[in-house]
């Protein structure tokens, strides 16, 4: 009996490995084996090279030649990169859409915050997913596509280090409160206080993330 019905194959395998990934079940470097994962699955392997395709291009593995595909590391060097990127375009995009954003788009912003405080207190591997479509909520309403586009790959590009930050447990409710200070100003029309609350929310994630690198090098 096969795990996954085959329906929109390719994108339930993505998923399946993106909340592995993710969770650090499959953790950087790992091997993925296409074969094995096709039999797990009870697919074939046409979907699980699809997947795969979708997995790289998201940044989740990397292909190496007459290898196969393997786990990307995690590195201090990604993070401030994306991180980074998020610092020079997300809070203007926040701010522009803060001016902008009507009643339907705050109970939008609301319930996507709820699901995160969720799945933070579950710590559940949906985090990234659900911190990416917070503050997506919060960038939407401006209606500029290209940088919801940018900011989304941002995100994804972000998951596993959003997961990796909140690992300390002492880290949820501060990252509970930074969201939601972040969603009170916005959704009170207020956009030079949500800009530089996202500002300050992003700054302090790069810096834990930092200094949880560091402290694995000296470990």
Not at 36 to 60: F, H, T, Y
Not at 160 to 167: A, P, S
Not at 175 to 190: K, N, P, R, T
Request: proline share 4%; with cysteine; aromatic share 6%.
């Amino acid at each position: 009996m096969p795990l996954i019905d085959r329906k929109a194959l390719p994108e339930r395998i993505v998923d399946v490995m993106r909340s592995r990934i993710i969770a650090g079940t499959l953790a950087p470097d790992t091997s993925i084996r296409q074969d094995a994962l096709a039999a797990e699955l009870g697919v074939s392997k046409i979907p699980v090279r699809e997947a795969l395709a979708r997995l790289e291009q998201d940044g989740l593995i990397v292909s190496q030649a007459n290898r196969g595909f393997f786990v990307a590391p995690l590195s201090a060097e990604e993070a401030y990169d994306v991180f980074g990127l998020r610092l020079r375009i997300e809070p203007d995009a926040v701010a522009w859409a803060c001016d902008r954003a009507g009643s339907d788009d705050r109970v939008r912003a609301r319930r996507a915050l709820d699901a995160l405080n969720a799945a933070i207190a579950g710590h559940t591997p949906e985090i990234g997913a659900c911190n990416r479509a917070f503050h997506l909520s919060l960038i939407r309403p401006g209606d500029r596509q290209v940088t919801l586009q940018i900011v989304e790959r941002l995100h994804v590009l972000a998951e596993r280090y959003v997961f990796k930050h909140l690992e300390p447990s002492s880290r949820n409710a501060r990252a509970e409160a930074e969201h939601e200070a972040l969603f009170e100003s916005w959704a009170a029309g207020d956009a030079s206080a949500a800009a530089a609350r996202t500002t300050a929310h992003i700054e302090a994630t790069l810096a834990d993330l930092t200094d949880q690198f560091q402290a694995a090098e000296t470990a």
